[in-house]
């Protein structure tokens, strides 16, 4: 795959991730009752939903444009492995082993994401010479 072909397939694997959580987070924030309710429903305190749905937005403005990638996308696993977890654990049911194998599959591309970096059409691309001179500079 040559450079321009790499740098697209990041960017737009970047764009598909956050768009799941985007989507979500303002979902959430227009069924604000009924998800606390759902939550709630598997034993979490609804008072956690602005949590959630800040890192569900804010990790995914940071995938989307490549900011603190690296974290954002550790943090997204866990919380795409929580998700897994702890609302699809029936996986008796086919719906949910779909869901909780579909959450499974997210976190492990943001593992992924984690490892390797935003790629160079991100924030974190173009922050990282900044970031070197300031290590040289410092005793």
Do not use: C
């Not at 034993?43 to 800040?54: F, K, Q, R, T």
């Not at 929580?82 to 869901?99: E, K, N, R, W, Y």
């Not at 994401?113 to 410092?138: K, Q, T, Y």
């Amino acid at each position: 795959m040559n450079t321009v072909s790499r740098n697209i397939a990041d960017l737009l694997g970047r764009i598909l991730m956050a768009a799941i959580f985007l989507v979500a987070g303002a979902g959430k924030i227009g069924a604000y009752a009924g998800t606390q309710g759902y939550m709630q429903g598997h034993g979490l305190a609804g008072a956690l939903l602005p949590l959630v749905i800040a890192v569900e937005i804010g990790g995914a403005f940071m995938i989307l444009t490549g900011a603190w990638t690296r974290i954002a996308a550790l943090a997204l696993a866990g919380f795409s492995a929580l998700a897994a977890v702890i609302f699809h654990a029936d996986i008796g049911d086919a719906m949910q082993q779909i869901h909780f194998l579909k959450n499974l599959a997210i976190a492990g591309g943001f593992l992924l994401l984690a490892a390797n970096g935003a790629g160079a059409w991100s924030v974190d691309a173009r922050r990282a010479p900044a970031i070197g001179e300031l290590r040289r500079a410092l005793p």
